[in-house]
T-cell receptor, first 116, second 114 residues
Framework: GAVVSQHPSRVICKSGTSVKIECRSL??????MFWYRQFPKQSLMLMAT?????????EQGVEKDKFLINHASLTLSTLTVTSAHPEDSSFYIC????????????FGQGTRLTVV | GENVEQHPSTLSVQEGDSAVIKCTYS??????FPWYKQELGKRPQLIID?????GEKKDQRIAVTLNKTAKHFSLHITETQPEDSAVYFC?????????????FGTGTRLLVSP
């Protein structure tokens, strides 16, 4: 299967600071990546679709100015949580699919963000 | 948009028993239905998937059934083992919005006791 690597796996930051999370497809090119948020014991909620070379598409209720997404290359998408607050603490996870018609989503290992 | 409901939220079985998890979806345009297994603190892993042109698919101890008319699909695990303990998520997507854009169910925590 394909490999998607996410970094960092854990991060603790102070309120008001920004945190960048990277999602890389290691052995394939991904024109589209997806960012999810998962609260403890809850489901994965899609936050946004990251499109290589163009603006991300955000789901309803997700603040695009707070969750900045950049997809500058075919193997890297970044999610920056700006001005983080304790309520932003969560498990953030990305996914990518091989090829435009691929179906299986390969997930990164996730990033546990704790804002103190 | 699509809405996926999943039941039960928790399921406890004895080793060797069967486990069944059910999902319903709302968008009749959905035509791809994967199931993911997620162990604590780890990434979801695809265990089986089914497309709408098929009613059933089986892979060893795991099977998925799909009823398009009723808009529901189910995961069946036979001869459960303790290592099957995890959270299972169903999902749905369609060609119009992109197969890759998954809407997940709420998850089922499966506990298999030895």
């Amino acid at each position: 299967g394909a490999v998607v690597s996410q970094h960092p796996s854990r991060v603790i930051c102070k309120s008001g600071t920004s945190v960048k999370i990277e999602c890389r497809s290691l052995d394939f090119q991904a024109t589209t990546m997806f960012w999810y948020r998962q609260f403890p014991k809850q489901s994965l909620m899609l936050m946004a679709t990251s499109n290589e070379g163009s603006k991300a598409t955000y789901e309803q209720g997700v603040e695009k100015d707070k969750f900045l997404i950049n997809h500058a290359s075919l193997t890297l998408s970044t999610l920056t949580v700006t001005s983080a607050h304790p309520e932003d603490s969560s498990f953030y996870i990305c996914s990518a699919t091989k090829g435009r018609s691929g179906t299986e989503a390969f997930f990164g290992q996730g990033t546990r963000l704790t804002v103190v | 948009g699509e809405n996926v409901e999943q039941h039960p939220s928790t399921l406890s079985v004895q080793e060797g028993d069967s486990a069944v998890i059910k999902c319903t979806y709302s968008d009749s345009a959905s035509n791809y239905f994967p199931w993911y297994k997620q162990e604590l603190g780890k990434r979801p892993q695809l265990i089986i998937d089914i497309r709408s042109n098929v009613g059933e698919k089986k892979d060893q101890r795991i099977a998925v059934t799909l009823n398009k008319t009723a808009k529901h699909f189910s995961l069946h695990i036979t001869e459960t083992q303790p290592e099957d303990s995890a959270v299972y998520f169903c999902a749905a997507s369609n060609k119009n919005t992109g197969f890759q854009k998954l809407v997940f169910g709420t998850g089922t925590r499966l506990l298999v006791s030895p």
